[in-house]
């Protein structure tokens, strides 16, 4: 009985993820029991591989979505444990194959899985997580999740694919910069929503409302990691700092500022891009090419725009305070430190 | 009308597997209209290199075996075009991911594809295909076929992991051996197999039968390709030989010399499998090795063993033409030159 004063956790400095957090805890259990189990397998580099990742620090942010996404109708069903569970294994599997192709060397503050236990390893568990995804979505038995995260888990990678085909080409525009976010981020987000009201036997107005709201999170989510990755600093980022433009990704900042590029910029921008060829001092250059463009405000303000439409989104679900927490956690993404 | 002869395709001559894929060349036409279809997408990569490998001279061994599997019973079903093409998605998948993994040089006769394309578009157009595989079942709607080919993805992935976890490993045993032969290769076979008798709504006896037959023949299978890399020639085998050798894997001939290894041997096998340290003529020694073990020979009595009892299963299985094809295939198999 060392603390017997009663704690309000949900107290106005908790951020509203914190808060989303508190508010599904008891669900969240749940999906946390769920991951760990599945991710058990004879072979015990398998759970320390899935475990070393999905332990170090992620927010948990989709599996939440899904939660969040069907405990706003009046539903008790355990079926979006196993569900959440699938989309954070779905989650996770792109992030191993992702730091295997980008040559990463840092996610949330710590050195990546492929670092540590090889590119080999990654890849494989990917692999495994990823099919343990479809055996807890079989497991449910809803041919219309199978289809909606199918779907989901086909435009990730497609999405990748294009990202990493149009790495350093100078010539991608804004519509190819929205359309790789769509893809490999905006569609899971819309996938872990979706999925709430199908679990919660909704109709398909329900359905597409919060696949909107996820999708235009997703964009904006997306949008913001990319500024946050020319300006943040890397504590607080908890991965490397500049890591796209070490990876000549022609991420929305860029974009926006070759624009407006001068000669010497565009020719900055091809050398340290394209040709990935850079030097010291390269990384404060390009940070001061986006300041002088206000590449990074007007990146900001597309996240905003994407925010308000995720937020108009969710007018036709119901009034609880679970919608309010999906809200808050709009303004919060839109609002993250840059 | 440059050649008016008839011409008698199914000759002695040809081999039971060309007897097979003459007796279904129909049915495989869709199943190739179906891989065609279902490979495309708006970035030019993902057709490029799934096309570069799909192309390549493989057999589709395992779409064959699911249109027999099917075409077996009294059914004109055209559901088994999509499920064959999903099959073999996840067979592409995992040789994508596998080349990848094993830095291998060469497949098929042909450059591999992370060698052509990169290890990066290799990993993302091999989870394409992956997750395209789930939208032809989930297009389909069978929940018993999610689960089936789901199963055997989860447990491919394992035996890849556990693979790698005993590379070089000299304590490695025939049971792990076995397990992973099980897990990588036979498990899908086993799959394509069984969702024949699925998706012609038969009973689990006829599932069970031919579950069983692919599984046996998985095995045998593999065990026969892990021969051949220690004893055939380059040109018969279509890839390059001692990759086993040169990757440190722990394949049958090897365990099997290992149970009766002198000193010298032992401490042959650790420099070069467990060390990596590998001299010209070292390829040589080993089969030397080998010969002298007669691991091959005995290697050769195990696939014999296994493909009897892949004989034996198909037992329930109703006689005909195709049924026959499929004992043909298991002869084929387990007397594949080396």
Sequence with gaps: MQNVQPQDKSTSSASPLEKLVEALSGDMQHVNQAILKNMQADIDMIPQIAGYLIASGGK????????????????????????????????TATLLHDDVVDESSERRGKKTANLVFGN????????????????????????????????????ISAGEVKQLAITGDLSSTVDDYIDVAQSKTAALFA???????????????????????????GIAFQIVDDVLDYSATQEKLGKTIGDDFAEGKMSLPVVLAL??????????????????????????????????????ERGMDMAQRYG???????????????????????????????
């Design 60 to 91: 948990r942010l989709r599996p939440l979505l899904t939660l969040a996404a069907t405990r706003i109708y009046d539903t008790q069903t355990p079926r979006c444990y196993g569900l959440a569970a699938a989309v954070e294994f779905i989650h």
């Design 120 to 155: 080999q390893a990654s890849v494989l568990v990917g692999d495994f997580l990823f099919s343990r995804a479809f055996q807890l979505m079989v497991a449910d038995g809803s041919v219309d999740v199978l289809r909606i995260l199918s779907d989901a888990s086909a435009i």
């Design 191 to 217: 996938a872990a929503c979706e999925i709430g009201p199908v679990i919660a036997d909704q109709d398909a107005e329900q359905a597409n409302a919060l696949r909107d709201y996820g999708h235009n999170l």
């Design 259 to 296: 624009e407006s590029a001068t000669e010497n910029e565009r020719t900055f921008w091809a050398r340290t891009l394209t040709e990935k060829d850079r030097q010291d001092g390269d990384l404060q250059t390009a940070q001061d090419i986006l300041h002088r463009t206000k590449s990074l």
């Design 308 to 338: 308000r439409k995720a937020l108009e989104a969710l007018a036709p679900c119901p009034d609880t305070a679970l919608t309010n927490m999906l809200r808050d956690i709009v303004e919060f993404t839109i609002s993250r430190d840059f």
